[in-house]
């Protein structure tokens, strides 16, 4: 018996919707990370991009758990000597929630090329409004 792998021209991405409102941060991103990877897909081959895109609405209404709402912050670097910015986690929810799951999610990803062309087909989006309705999404299980 031969080893089944997936070529880039054979594979069909499907799209899915995930709903983040009351959804933990770290557990919705492990979910997340896998559908992008392809690795819920009997055909997933690790060289190969076998995974699903991904649409979050309702990303300003992630939860968490323990203190970090308060702990967590995030770093910014402009490239300049001194140029290292913080933002808090309450912050960075008011200004660009969009940020805070696609951070969770990269972090989850492997840190190649591969991971970064995955990243694309991420989503995500503030509110429950998405422009994505023409792909109709499937509901993603969680």
Sequence with gaps: MKTFLAKKETVQPKWHIVDAEGQVLGRLAV?????????????Y????????????INAEKIVVTGKKEEQNSYM???GFIGGESYRSFKEQRVRNPQFII???VKGMLPKNR???????KLRVF???EHTHQAQNPTPLPL
């Design 31 to 43: 979910k997340i990370a896998t559908v992008l990877r392809g690795r819920h897909k009997a055909t």
């Design 102 to 104: 696609e951070h969770a």
């Design 126 to 128: 503030a509110g429950p």
């Design 114 to 120: 591969l991971a970064r062309q995955m990243l694309k």
């Design 76 to 78: 910014f670097f402009s």
């Design 45 to 56: 081959t690790p060289h190969v991009d076998t995974g699903d895109y991904v649409v979050v």
